[in-house]
T-cell receptor, first 115, second 112 residues
Framework: EPEVTQTPSHQVTQMGQEVILRCVPI?????FYWYRQILGQKVEFLVS????????KSEIFDDQFSVERPDGSNFTLKIRSTKLEDSAMYFC?????????????FGEGSRLTVL | GENVEQHPSTLSVQEGDSAVIKCTYS??????FPWYKQELGKRPQLIID?????GEKKDQRIAVTLNKTAKHFSLHITETQPEDSAVYFC???????????FGSGTQLTVLP
C-alpha cells in the first residue's frame, strides 16, 4: 500500500538553527499538507499546497516557516530560526483531492526537539 | 474559522461495552467529518468519515452520526476490544477549506 514517508524521524536542534523536514507524498496525490502536534495536544493545521503554491495557511505558519516542492517527489517544510515552542511532531499528509472530498493520508511524522 | 470541541477527554470502558465520543463544530458550512485513531507515537489513521448529506454511517463495530442542525457528530464503537485503546480525534472541514480542524482528542482505554 502506498505511504507518505517522512525524514528524519527525529531531529534535535539548537534554538535559532534552521531545520528542514522532508516528505515524499503518495505519487498520484496532488494536495500536500503539513500539520503539527505538540506532545499530548491536538493535531494543528499549518499549511496546504497545491499546484506549486500555498493554498491555505494557519496563523501558526508565520514568516519563519516555508514550504517547497523542489522536485517531482519531495515536499519540504523549512523552519528558519527554531524556537523552543517549535518542539513538536510534524506530520506531512497528502490527498488525491481537496480535504473535503479526498482522504488525507498522514506520514509517520518527524519529531523535532529544540533545545 | 472552524472550531471543534470534543468530549470526553478520557473514557474508560470494560471490554465488550460501547464507547461514545461526541464533537461539536462551529462553521455551518462544514461538510466533511472524519474520525482518526492515533496510537502512541504513531500517525493519525482514518477510521471512518461522514459527509453532510448523510446522517449516519456504519462500518462493522464503528458508526458515526451527524446532526447538522445541532452541529454535532458522534463516534460509536460497539463491542470494544483492548486493541481499540488509543486517542481518537474528530475533525471537520468545509468545502472551501483545504484544512482539517481537529478536536482535542479522547483517550479511550478498554479494560480487559
Amino acid at each position: 500500500e502506498p505511504e507518505v514517508t517522512q525524514t528524519p524521524s527525529h531531529q534535535v536542534t539548537q534554538m535559532g538553527q534552521e531545520v528542514i523536514l522532508r516528505c515524499v507524498p503518495i505519487s498520484n496525490h496532488l494536495y500536500f499538507y503539513w500539520y503539527r502536534q505538540i506532545l499530548g495536544q491536538k493535531v494543528e493545521f499549518l499549511v496546504s499546497f497545491y499546484n506549486n503554491e500555498i493554498s491555505e495557511k494557519s496563523e501558526i505558519f508565520d514568516d519563519q516557516f516555508s514550504v517547497e516542492r523542489p522536485d517531482g517527489s519531495n515536499f519540504t517544510l523549512k523552519i528558519r530560526s527554531t524556537k523552543l515552542e517549535d518542539s513538536a511532531m510534524y506530520f506531512c499528509a497528502s490527498s488525491e483531492a481537496p480535504t473535503n472530498t479526498g482522504e488525507l493520508f498522514f506520514g509517520e511524522g518527524s519529531r523535532l526537539t529544540v533545545l | 474559522g472552524e472550531n471543534v470541541e470534543q468530549h470526553p477527554s478520557t473514557l474508560s470502558v470494560q471490554e465488550g461495552d460501547s464507547a461514545v465520543i461526541k464533537c461539536t463544530y462551529s462553521d455551518s458550512a462544514s461538510n466533511y467529518f472524519p474520525w482518526y485513531k492515533q496510537e502512541l507515537g504513531k500517525r493519525p489513521q482514518l477510521i471512518i468519515d461522514i459527509r453532510s448529506n448523510v446522517g449516519e454511517k456504519k462500518d462493522q463495530r464503528i458508526a458515526v452520526t451527524l446532526n447538522k442542525t445541532a452541529k454535532h457528530f458522534s463516534l460509536h464503537i460497539t463491542e470494544t476490544q483492548p486493541e481499540d485503546s488509543a486517542v481518537y480525534f474528530c475533525a471537520a472541514t468545509s468545502g472551501s477549506a483545504r484544512q482539517l480542524t481537529f478536536g482535542s482528542g479522547t483517550q479511550l482505554t478498554v479494560l480487559p
